[in-house]
């Protein structure tokens, strides 16, 4: 195939961008919009939104797991097990679905509890998160059936299906939440609501694109059978990159409450920082994304001195990209957090943590490039296993230590060096070749299987 022969990283990563980018615009509006209804509102749809990306690891799993053993298969042509396998996928999210809804659902209260929820917005969050529930479900088979979409490089597809979708769900949240006429909108409840009618329309979508361009028509089985056998080599993948995220959110939220030790112009000036800086960190996203697919396939198809060229371009533009672009956000920042905040200070503060965030990005485009590649050979291990010390010694212990000697800059300092001691672990591994055994050893499963 072309893309394995003469890969194109960028045709791949531009769509994937443009996915990245809408969705997370639209967090941004919903935030804008629950704000212009209620303090309260804000506040519960903030705290929704960290329940759910914790909650939807679980749908990870097997995204990640998905999108590496298709795109291997696809190396190797292993045309039927790549249908099988896709199927098999839609099973394993009825029931970790069915996990995500009963926690929402029978749960939310314990969890409020463990965030320790302002007792004013309980009433308004505790039935938000249970209204939650059945979005999350189509959620989780939209995430994986994206992926799927995008390891057979329909990545141009996938970006329609999330345009259509997030667009749906941004044009009925205004109505829905602020009401028409003499109707005074659902409020708060309106946003889940339009998530709810946006995830059954991107769920529509993704299976007619499934039977257009891959042929793939699930039958009533497929949606509520597991099967083990077939899941095995996804969940082999998924599992260990699942639990590097979480690895991270937790020492990230030792971080959160150094800065909340600080005050609320410290936190406020934390948040509005990596608001800004999430744009920044798409581009390198992206095309790690890009990369783990694309060595997934030449993986499968033996192609290991390609993979290992592409993987170095991959991190070469990605660090020119991101670190190009938080320069721009440093210099352009008196002006950019206007759109945040008057507060004079709260701006020079945050002027001093963009400066800082230009080595931050430029660490974190080794770890989303060159872990996602790493995945994608099958050293799935070493990622996780290379990590962990430094989540918990150099972002959790070190944000903590730096935060109370140094303030939000020391936070921002134990972030950077936290990228980068990982980066440089990443890179290490890639470039002297400690992934090629697990890519050979992924090669001959896809032949054997």
């Not at 797991?65 to 099988?84: A, D, H, N, P, S």
């Not at 205004?174 to 708060?188: C, D, Q």
């Not at 080794?366 to 290379?386: C, E, K, M, Q, W």
Request: proline share 4%.
């Amino acid at each position: 195939m072309n893309f394995i022969e003469r890969p194109r990283l960028n045709a791949v990563a531009g769509p994937i961008f443009g996915e990245f980018l809408l969705g997370y615009t639209v967090v941004i509006g919903g935030l804008w919009l629950a704000s212009h209804t209620s303090d309260g509102a804000a506040g519960s749809l903030g705290l929704a939104n960290q329940v759910l990306e914790s909650l939807y690891v679980v749908f990870r799993v097997l995204a990640i797991g998905m999108g590496v053993v298709i795109t291997q298969l696809l190396g190797g042509k292993q045309l039927e097990l790549v249908r099988r396998t896709a199927l098999a996928g839609l099973g394993a999210c009825t029931w970790a679905g069915a996990l995500v809804v009963a926690i929402l659902v029978l749960g939310n209260d314990a969890i409020l509890d463990l965030l320790n929820a302002p007792d004013e917005i309980l009433p308004l969050v505790s039935p938000y998160l249970q209204l939650l529930a059945p979005a999350a479900l189509l959620d989780g088979y939209n995430l994986t059936m994206a992926s799927i979409l995008r390891a057979h490089l329909h990545v141009r597809d996938s970006l329609k299906v999330m345009v259509v979708m997030h667009s749906t769900h941004l044009a009925l949240a205004v109505p829905l939440m602020l009401g028409m006429g003499p109707w005074e909108g659902l409020g708060l409840y309106g946003f889940a609501v339009a998530l709810l009618i946006s995830r059954a329309l991107g769920l529509a979508l993704h299976l007619v694109l499934w039977r257009k361009r891959m042929d793939l028509v699930p039958s009533a089985r497929h949606w509520w059978v597991l099967q083990p056998r077939m899941l095995a080599p996804v969940m082999r993948i998924g599992v260990p990159g699942a639990s590097a995220e979480l690895g991270y959110r937790v020492a990230f939220m030792v971080s959160l409450a150094s800065a909340a030790r600080l005050g609320v112009a410290a936190l406020a000036t934390h948040a509005y920082t990596l608001q800004l800086l999430r744009y920044v960190l798409l581009i390198s996203l992206a095309i790690g994304w890009a990369c783990e697919i694309m060595v997934g396939r030449m993986v499968g198809a033996g192609q290991f001195t390609q993979a290992h060229m592409l993987v170095r371009k991959g991190l070469r533009n990605g660090i020119m990209a991101s670190g190009g672009m938080a320069l721009m956000a440093a210099l352009a920042s008196p002006w950019l957090m206007r759109v945040f905040t008057k507060d004079v200070h709260v701006i020079e503060a945050a002027h001093t943590l963009l400066w800082i965030a230009v080595a931050l990005e430029t660490g974190r485009a080794f770890n989303l490039i060159i872990t996602g590649a790493l995945r994608a050979t099958g050293d799935v291990i070493y990622p996780v296993a290379a990590s962990l010390g430094s989540f918990f010694l150099v972002l959790g212990a070190g944000s903590y230590i730096m935060g109370r000697n140094f303030g939000l800059p020391g936070i921002f300092i134990a972030y950077a060096a936290d990228e980068w001691v990982r980066g440089l672990l990443m890179w290490a591994r890639w470039n002297w070749h400690g992934w090629l055994p697990h890519a050979r050893s992924s090669q001959r499963r896809v032949k054997q299987r």
